[in-house]
């Protein structure tokens, strides 16, 4: 009789580990997909999968229109719970996609802090932002004795000739971020002018802003002083620089024309699962750690105003002024004028 019961004890505990063990393997997952420059600090990650009682499954799409056309090209069976990265520029595509769930701003998610207007349509709730703009590199201006331009105009004279490398539009987000800025300043037919102009005097085009930051910069042994990058690329060289410099080797040019001011958001994705789990994502990366962590991994401006900025982010010098020629108008023309560059600058 004593077997009998100890026998039964036993199956019992192991009924009992065999549940535990199913429940374990089988906690939720939360789906998160993101652009390939999602990034931030892994203990701040494991520290909301802990809290959350879910682990991540971050799924990383390329660039965020490569991520867009994922979740678009997937939407009757959803790879995603969540998508982090679409922006300003590509917003009006998702929502008219209906790829996203519509809703607004949970509610547990606080109102911007400070004095920042940083917006996204309803359905988007914004996260960070950033400047693409004109980079150049210090020392080698110093070394040709050459003045810095003073408008996009100056850069169409000869003295500017092969000096430039930009990012193709069609394959590169800051690439099109930058054709936007122009446009918007400008106006399109001046815009595509300029752009006319550009190519006679030598502008050279990239993929993407890999290719064009590492390859084509003369920062980083390339045959180009200037190239369209982030304003906050200078403070990320002296953050990563090896001899602890001082001061940033390289400086952002905020012409005229030359600066879009990009606004990424975070959404829950329409027909995903785990809504309760990627709310709280969206609660997470709204909430100052995310948005300190975020400055320096993602090396964009947190959207909360009032979370301090790192020291290393102090280097980023904001723009005063930037171009769009609005959130409506890249939705109805924003293809044709990708189709109407590449035949201005490339064909």
Known sequence: MKHSIQSLM??????????????????AELRVLTHASFALP??????????AGVTLRITKAGDA??????????????????????????AAKALGAQVLDGVESPPSVKPLGGVNTVTLPAGLVPVDYGYVTLNYDKAWFAKKGLALPRSLDDLTQPAYAKLLV???????????????????????????????????NGVKVA??????????????????????????????????????????????????????RQVEG????????????????IEFLRAPAAQQGLQTEMWMFPADAT???????????????????G???IADKGAEWVRRWTKVVLK
């Not at 539009?169 to 037919?189: K, Q, R, V």
């Not at 180009?224 to 001899?243: G, T």
């Not at 329409?270 to 709280?280: H, V």
């Open 307 to 325: 979370v301090p900025r790192v020291e290393a982010l102090r280097q980023a010098v904001e723009p005063t002024r930037h171009d769009s020629p």
């Open 166 to 200: 930009v990012q193709n539009p069609a394959t590169s987000s800051p690439g099109n971020a930058f054709l936007l800025a122009t446009i918007g300043a400008m106006g399109e037919d001046k815009a595509f002018a300029w752009w006319a102009r550009m190519r006679a």
């Open 10 to 27: 036993v199956a019992a505990k192991l009924v009992l580990l065999l549940a535990l063990g199913c429940s374990a393997a089988h906690a």
């Open 327 to 329: 959130a409506q108008a």
């Open 65 to 90: 229109g490569e991520m867009l056309n994922k979740l678009i090209l997937t939407r009757a069976k959803p790879v995603a719970d969540v998508v982090f990265g679409i922006d300003n520029v590509l």
């Open 266 to 281: 975070v959404a829950l994705v329409k027909g995903g699962k785990e809504r309760a789990a990627a709310i709280k994502f």
């Open 207 to 260: 993929k993407g802003w890999s290719e064009a930051y590492y390859t084509d910069f003369t920062h980083s042994g390339g045959s180009r002083p200037l190239v369209v990058s982030y304003a906050s690329s200078p403070a990320a060289e002296l953050f990563y620089s090896k001899n602890k410099l001082t001061e940033p080797p390289t400086a952002s040019l905020a012409l005229a024309g030359a600066v879009f």
């Open 42 to 51: 892994k203990p701040l990650l494991a520290q909301f999968e802990k809290e």
